[in-house]
């Protein structure tokens, strides 16, 4: 009888104590108050879908700490490359199902014609003040990361005295026969990062066209992610590649020592994953939390210590933040890719198949 009396009484205390928790309590420092309605909702939705091109590996931290924030909210992430994120989204609408309710992706162009076409849900981040004005479009779309465009090569195999500094002094070594069928980058056909890169160098770099007719000359191998890519130069297969994402590669230099890289000292493309959130959201408080943790303090540097993809708050510390990899390539040469519609520039039926084209005549031809 004493046993269950004290069971009883265990219990109807715990009971007060979770109950006695105000709820607002939960809402983070500096948040307004009312946003407790947006975590109470959260809570009744109970789940969270997102489509993203980021690793699953490099998302996961963000995720295990999202739910220790806000428990009892379930995240589906769904891992494909960018042009997937892409099609899949826009044929699910189409077909009037269900899709995502935040949507992840390094494909900024492709993200942002999503935006600019209607997809995309208007809502003010609390924290957007916090991060750079090219990062933010119209309360709508918001870059996360600062990712540089790197060039990557095999240490084993190409002497230090070759290894590239700039655009330009890449494209005059892989002419070189050593580099024949060994240069490899992005399928800019298929990956929508690797498109999206190709474009913006075509705009920032005025000897594009003599880049191309180098890859032509080399006889480069394309593919469609960045770990095939690296997994090829590390291995010897290839010996350099050409606008590598450089958050995935500078990791893997870490813990492979065949593995350089590069940031180029005459100009480094800086990519940023842009989130938003679906218009039509199922789930939609979930996503806002989401979106608003991602561009927390508290969010940017679990990004820029467990998952590694260059924090984009100025605020932060950590193993990868913008602040030091600004120190390391200079401001100057810095060229953050806009989160704004002028990078649709290339996505035109008309001008997309007039770049592919020019593409597969000069880089592509055999």
């Known amino acids: 009888m004493m046993l269950k009396t004290t069971l009883a009484a265990a219990c109807a205390t715990l009971f007060a104590t979770l109950c006695a928790t105000p709820a607002s309590a939960q809402v983070p420092a500096g948040y307004p108050a009312d946003y407790q309605k947006i975590i109470d909702g959260a809570k009744k939705e109970g789940k969270l879908v997102i489509y993203g091109a980021t690793d699953s590996k490099a998302t996961q931290p963000l995720i295990k700490d999202f739910n220790a924030l806000y428990p009892g909210i379930t995240v589906e992430y769904n891992d494909m490359n960018s042009t997937e994120v892409y099609n899949r989204f826009i044929s699910e609408v189409a077909a009037g199902g269900n899709t995502a309710d935040a949507m992840w992706s390094s494909a900024m162009d492709l993200q942002m014609r999503l935006a600019s076409d209607g997809y995309a849900l208007k809502y003010k981040s609390v924290?957007?003040?916090?991060?750079?004005?090219?990062?933010?479009?119209?309360?709508?779309?918001?870059?996360?990361?600062?990712?540089?465009?790197?060039?990557v090569y095999n240490k084993r195999l190409v002497d230090a005295k070759e290894v590239p500094q700039t655009h330009a002094e890449f494209a005059k070594l892989i002419t070189q026969p050593k580099f024949k069928d060994k240069v490899t980058t992005y399928d800019i056909e298929k990956s929508g990062v690797g498109f999206m890169f190709m474009t913006q160098d075509a705009r920032e770099?005025?000897?594009?066209?003599?880049?191309?007719?180098?890859?032509?000359?080399?006889?480069?191998?394309?593919?469609?992610?960045?770990?095939?890519?690296?997994?090829?130069?590390?291995?010897?297969?290839?010996?350099?590649?050409?606008?590598?994402?450089?958050?995935?590669?500078l990791v893997r230099a870490k813990a492979d020592p065949s593995i350089g890289v590069v940031l180029p000292k005459d100009y480094t493309l800086i990519l940023s994953r842009v989130l938003f959130i679906n218009k039509a959201a199922k789930n939609v408080n979930a996503a806002k939390l989401w979106l608003d943790y991602m561009l927390s303090h508290r969010g940017q540097v679990i990004i820029a210590n467990d998952s590694k993809l260059f924090a984009i708050r100025a605020d932060v510390t950590g193993e990868t933040t913008s602040a030091d990899l600004i120190k390391m390539i200079g401001k100057d040469n810095v060229k953050p890719v806009p989160v704004h519609p002028i990078v649709l520039q290339f996505l035109g039926p008309a001008k997309r198949m007039a770049f592919l084209k020019q593409w597969k005549e000069t880089a592509g031809k055999k």
């Open 127 to 151: 924290e957007a003040a916090k991060i750079p004005g090219w990062a933010v479009w119209d309360d709508q779309a918001y870059g996360t990361t600062f990712e540089p465009a790197a060039i």
């Open 205 to 249: 770099n005025p000897k594009f066209l003599e880049l191309e007719n180098a890859f032509g000359e080399a006889k480069v191998r394309v593919q469609s992610s960045t770990g095939t890519m690296m997994e090829r130069i590390s291995s010897g297969e290839n010996l350099i590649g050409y606008n590598v994402l450089g958050s995935y590669a």
